[in-house]
């Protein structure tokens, strides 16, 4: 059952706004694919209009995350919906390994696990959200960005971008990885959950300064940079 | 949100580019930042120094900070700078990322839900300032402070 899709209907009718409340992580497949892709790549997505957001599910089933959002093209929707399953079964049937890698940075799996289902997961690359209300304006000028499409434009190797605050913001391209990029970057969606965990002051340079202290195999000025960090959650926790 | 008055005036002081005033005491601070934790109401702070600190005068400052701030009973960060003027959070943005590592004395981090972790304090810079080449991790319970 795909639920509500947007309280902006009027823009969802118009095949311009694909946000998504999720229910059980299988559903919204039923979207209608986007006729004009440049369209719904450049409007803002539907909780900036809508403050509350897309409007609730009306599935009443599956333990819906309350408030949790995917907003994007129909793909992304899919692959993150996908991810979310995935890493939620992992974290279900975390290991000694895995819960140690979230303790070693101080935090409980099953509280990553809840965090995660809570979070909004929108498209960074289109996004107009302004990273001076989401951050503050000396972030925004330190950056040189105003929105958090404008970042992801000037730093081609982010993945994605998540301050604290319940919306993690993803480069749709970078949500597949592994052979012809048909595997599914659940540990990304996982990584970006610490974030919104952990204080503002804990970013990738402590989490991988602080494994690699505690024993990990990261180094903090590898050329894999913070991927080091999603690749060593799907090592743990795989 | 549960705000202390300092936190307010830092705030406030904040907004309107002011300096951030010490608080004095045993070891003179500056709170740079006090952070509300998903999710489960947890505490971060920021705190810069003047002077390098050594593990017993970490442990003491730690507990000056909680009896001021009163953070609740859940989760809990402190990270502890030295000469650190302002806190611009980094967010993976390298400049601002490198500028609060090199800065970074010590950090801190409870958990209610990890009562065994015993290395929960790390210590990143020796008595002269110097940044250490292998953290160094102490035990440390804030609850305990003052008993």
């Given amino acids: ?238 | 949100m549960q705000l202390t008055i300092v936190t307010i005036i830092v705030a406030i002081a904040s907004q309107s580019g002011l300096k951030v005033p010490t608080i004095s005491g045993p070891i003179p601070y500056r709170l740079l930042s006090s952070q509300v934790l998903r999710p489960d109401q947890g505490r971060s702070y920021v705190v810069s120094v003047e002077k390098p600190l050594d593990p017993p005068a970490i442990k003491t400052l730690l507990c000056q900070i909680v009896a001021a701030e009163k953070p609740p009973n859940t989760r809990l960060e402190i990270g502890v700078y030295l000469g650190l003027d302002e806190f611009i959070p980094p967010l993976g943005f390298k400049p601002l990322s490198d500028k609060l590592a090199a800065h970074r004395m010590a950090s801190y981090q409870w958990n209610t839900k990890l009562p065994n972790d015993r290395r929960r304090l790390s210590v990143a810079k020796d008595t002269d300032g110097k940044p250490l080449a292998k953290w160094e991790y102490h035990e440390f319970d804030h609850t305990k402070c003052g008993s």
Avoid at chain 1, 7 to 13: C, G, M, P, T, V
Avoid at chain 1, 66 to 94: C, D, E, H, Y
Avoid at chain 1, 118 to 137: H, K, P, W, Y
Avoid at chain 1, 165 to 186: I, Q, V
Wanted: proline residues 5%; negative net charge.
């Fill in chain 1, 1 to 238: 059952m795909v639920s509500e899709l947007c309280a902006r209907e009027d823009l969802f009718k118009s095949g311009r706004c694909y946000g998504v409340l999720t229910g059980s992580h299988d559903e919204c497949l039923e979207m209608p694919e986007p006729t004009d892709p440049v369209r719904v790549s450049t409007d803002p997505a539907c909780w900036e209009f809508a403050p509350g957001g897309c409007g609730g599910g009306e599935d009443g089933g599956g333990g819906a995350p309350q408030g949790q959002q995917i907003i994007g093209s129909p793909g992304f929707v899919g692959k993150v919906t996908k991810g979310l399953g995935i890493a939620n079964r992992k974290l279900a049937n975390a290991d000694a390994d895995c819960r140690q890698l979230f303790a070693d940075i101080g935090l409980a799996v099953e509280d990553v696990a809840a965090t995660m289902n809570a979070t909004s997961f929108v498209d960074g690359t289109t996004s107009q959200a302004q990273i001076g209300m989401l951050v503050n304006q000396q972030y925004a000028n330190a950056v040189g960005a105003a929105t958090v499409a404008q970042l992801f434009a000037n730093s081609p190797g982010l993945s994605g971008w998540s301050p604290p605050g319940g919306t993690a913001y993803l480069r749709p391209s970078d949500m597949s990885n592994g052979l012809f990029g048909l595997g599914t970057n659940w540990q990304l969606l996982v990584h970006e959950t610490l974030h919104q965990m952990l204080g503002f002051q804990r970013d990738d340079n402590w989490i991988m300064t602080e494994l690699q202290n505690k024993g990990y195999r990261i180094n903090p000025n590898s050329p894999r940079k913070s991927r080091q960090i999603s690749d060593v959650i799907k090592k743990k926790c795989n």
